[in-house]
Nanobody, 120 residues
Framework: QVQLVESGGGLVQPGGSLRLSCAAS????????MSWYRQAPGKERELVAR????????KYADSMKGRFTISRDNAKNTVYLQMNSLKPEDTAVYFC?????????????WGQGTQVTVSS
């Protein structure tokens, strides 16, 4: 079955960095667009970054541009999120998402999330 397992979250001071990883299995990883979303307490889930199948196109939320970098390694079935210059407002649970179309059917899967806390 499809599995998305996030790792790399934790507690970091403002201005620090973290690298999140999402290990995927159970589907054809190179065929899926991969995204990172986050959800802070009391807020809706929001898109952080998205990368297309080949990695040729990336999209970032405005507040993350210049600070976060999404990348993927199709050989390792893994997508990454490098987060630099972290701010307290980046505190949230970060989720990995896989999305693809196959035979006119849409597939959308989520990981369990990893907590990122930015605090001094």
């Amino acid at each position: 079955q499809v599995q998305l397992v996030e790792s790399g979250g934790g507690l970091v001071q403002p201005g620090g960095s973290l690298r999140l990883s999402c290990a995927a299995s159970g589907f054809t990883f190179p065929s899926a667009d991969m995204s990172w979303y986050r959800q802070a307490p009391g807020k809706e889930r929001e898109l952080v970054a998205r990368i297309t199948t080949s990695g040729g196109s990336k999209k970032y939320a405005d507040s993350m541009k210049g600070r976060f970098t999404i990348s993927r390694d199709n050989a390792k079935n893994t997508v990454y999120l490098q987060m630099n210059s972290l701010k307290p407002e980046d505190t949230a649970v970060y989720f990995c998402n896989a999305h693809w179309l196959s035979r006119l059917r849409e597939y959308d899967y989520w990981g369990q999330g990893t907590q990122v806390t930015v605090s001094s």
